[in-house]
């Protein structure tokens, strides 16, 4: 709640005032008698106001002392530094290198009396940088530890191109780039990489290993799950993969963590149970707990060691604790001690889907096993073998039909999509992965070692072949992936406090969990899709009205413009050019279209092109528009109907969602408020 209410709240006065109401509320209830009848209420209330407090004040302190600011324009400039990261992407033709080092800013300069310029000093900012280089520029010497200088093209990282599009500024703020781009000029090497092999080293030679023994994406999808490398798998599959709900088999999560310790934690105790004098001599589950817990420690830092794996990681070994212990391993406990780590060192991860969707699955998984119709269903003692199966996996079915139905607010509020059908292809997937593909790849690199991998390597590629047959086949059905327009915060959280009632509470009390998801559900479904949409720098600007096909101002190079476009408006089309809008008319620097919202007519114009235009009929054309939209400064005396969305406004709001029936524009700046990403940020701080 606490880390939740920073990222809502806007700013400085109202995190304090947040900070301020739970202190009020904590000396309130602390004079209640500790033993009376308020007691536990007492209790509670003091315990969620200081989780609370702590929460909000644990994710200010880290943004103020690690936040990186953005750079606070684009550059181009001489990097020098040390790389610190290196993500091979096959499929995507680079290498991304992120570089520790330090940028020079140049202030720019303040006209003064006369022709002079005052220049105010330039800025030196530490971070680092993340940059694009073309794969066949790629320099086996461009690893951890290596000192580079390259030329480069910087931009800052960018903010949501919408409301409601992916936030990387938020993402990089707390990862500490101050800038991404790509390299435009010849690399050199200052200092080649310590000797001594790196876990990054390993890493590569893993993913090359195995792409060289299973080719095309089949072997891009073992790589994966063996190192963590998921950059060389081709986009159709990545697609395939993520409208069938399978795309977290591609991330390294729980469910391979889990797999590689509970295969180490059998085999060893299995193996410990061979051996008499072994047998009675040691405790069996607590080493193989102890082997398990190495297992997924090494599994973890071999793969990448990023965050949604340290916390798989962090929830297998507290299971093997509660194992070795003789507690039940499936608790809630487990998940909150478990999601309180995560929260006390990376907090920023709770604003994330990777966060709540695999903390959501499990309580949704330990409240349904734990619920009372669940268990009278399983326990049945007297029937047969054939019936007990078919019972369980009834209830895997129905687990996974749970899990879909949980996090399926999730998917429509980071993403804007959710798969219909992902219950039925998990129930397959699932198992094809835990108990076929991920052992025939420990099988094979286990045999590589003596040269006769090769039958191990065929049979890994057929499951594979599988897995991938089945995702296509799943996501070419009808329906099988849901479009919906971005939902507000305030809709969102509707979600997650009933789905965290129904998950607390026992008993009938908990039904009272799907009220305000049913209210939720509402609303998410009868939002209105915005009917212009414009990006940040004005540069592109999409209209909707025309089925579920999206129209824009101008073509892009790249799917990614578009594609965010039509996700952010819930379109599963296609992309028209602005020409195709009924009643449009355009020349080489404008384009005015008509459009029928509210019961009447909206006159709407956008600039093509940044030439000069004649002046006295632009003023002429802004009179009779109700909006203006450009991707550059216009002059005072262009005063439409409405609003002008032009450079200077758009600057300070970022991105804009204009819903024309109701007269409400929502930009980037309204969700975004004063956290130093989108705000603070862009003024920017340095050591003079």
Partial sequence: MGISAWFALPGLYQWLAFLALLAAIMLLVLPLDRDGRLAHLRLAVLGVGLMAFSGCGTIWIKSELLGTPPIPRPMVTVVEGVITGRDVRQADGIVRL?????????????????????????????????????????????????????????????????????????????????????????????????????????????????????????????????????????????????????????????????????????????????????????RVPLVAAAAGALAGVAYTLLTGAEVPTIRSCLGALLVLAALALGRDPLSLRMLAVAAFVVMLFWPEAVAGPSFQMSFGSVMAIIAFDGSAPVRR??????????????????????????????????????????????????????????????????????????????????????SLDALLWLAHATARQPGAVTLLPGMPAWVFGLFVGGLLWLALWSGRVRLWGLLPVAVATLLAIVQPVPDILVTGDGHHVALTGLGNDLVMLRSTRSDYTPDTLQETAGLSGIVRPIEEWPGARCNADFCRAILLRGGRTWTVLMTRSRDLADFPGMIRACAQADIVIADRTLPRRCQPRWFKADRALLRRTGGMAVYLASGRVETVADAEGEHGWFGGGRIGRGVP
């Fill in 98 to 282: 992120v570089i520790a080092t330090r940028l020079r800013i140049e202030a720019q300069g303040a006209p003064g009396r006369g022709h002079t310029t005052h220049r105010a000093p330039a800025l030196f900012r530490d971070g680092s940088v993340r940059v694009n280089l073309p794969l066949e520029r790629d320099n086996p010497l461009l690893t951890d530890g290596a000192h580079v200088r390259l030329t480069t093209r910087l931009m800052p990282p960018a903010p949501p191109m919408v409301p409601g599009a992916f936030d990387f500024a938020r993402t990089a703020w707390f990862s500490g780039l101050m800038a991404t781009g790509s390299v435009t000029g010849p690399v050199s090497i200052l200092t080649p990489p310590p000797p001594g092999t790196t876990l990054d080293a390993v890493r590569q030679r893993l993913a090359d290993h195995i792409r060289t023994q299973l080719a095309g994406t089949p072997g891009a999808i073992a790589a994966a799950f063996a190192s963590g490398d998921r950059g060389s798998i081709a986009k159709a599959d990545e697609d395939a993969m993520r409208d069938a709900g399978l795309t977290h088999l591609l991330s390294i999560s729980g469910l391979h963590v889990s797999a590689v310790v509970g295969a180490v934690y059998l085999i060893v105790s299995r193996m410990i149970a061979l051996v008499p004098f072994l047998a009675l001599r040691l």
């Fill in 377 to 462: 269903f399983l326990d049945h003692p007297e029937e047969g073998t054939v019936m007990r199966l078919a019972r369980h996996l009834a209830m895997v079915l129905a687990t996974g039909l749970v899990i879909e139905l949980a996090l399926m607010p999730m998917g429509l509020f980071h993403f804007h999509r959710a798969g219909l059908y992902g219950a039925g292809a998990n129930v397959v997937a699932i198992p094809l992965t835990t108990f076929v593909t991920m052992p025939l790849i420990a099988l094979a690199l286990l045999l590589d070692l003596a040269g006769c991998g090769a039958p191990a390597w065929w049979a890994v590629g057929r």
